[in-house]
């Protein structure tokens, strides 16, 4: 199963429109639509940020010749793993985090 299929199911799987999941990485429905249909080649920057909102193994959406699909099915992380995951991080990117998610929160509108 190649990339753009992949990405596709991921999508449906997720039962997402294409704005939605574009939305969702932040790329317009036009570039997912192309993506999807394997006209342009995806970045890394893009691969790494499927992988990581959707919960989705890198590998397995780079390899062509893997078609499993219990990599969809993959756990949810908890609030307690992504904690304990920033905790190992040096001081510098947590702050790098931390202003992440203060963006994302206002884009989402949320200025408490």
């Keep these: ?4 299929e992949k990405l596709k ?4 799987v997720n039962n997402l429109t294409q704005a939605e999941f574009g ?4 790329i317009s429905r036009g570039n997912l639509s192309a993506l999807e249909l394997g006209k342009i ?6 691969i790494n940020c499927v992988a990581l909102t959707f919960h989705i193994d890198k590998n397995w959406l780079l390899d062509d010749s893997n078609s499993d699909l219990s990599a969809l099915a993959s756990p949810v ?5 992504i904690m304990g995951r920033y905790e190992r991080l040096t ?3 947590q702050k790098l985090i931390e202003n992440q998610i203060n963006e994302l929160l206002l884009i989402q509108g949320d200025t408490r």
Excluded: N, Q
Excluded at 41 to 46: A, D, I, K, L
Excluded at 77 to 81: D, F, G, M, R
């Design 91 to 93: 001081a510098p990117y």
């Design 9 to 12: 199911l991921i999508r449906k």
């Design 41 to 46: 080649e995806p970045t890394r920057v893009f």
């Design 77 to 81: 992380k908890t609030p307690s793993v």
């Design 1 to 4: 199963m190649k990339f753009h």
């Design 23 to 26: 939305d969702a990485i932040g």
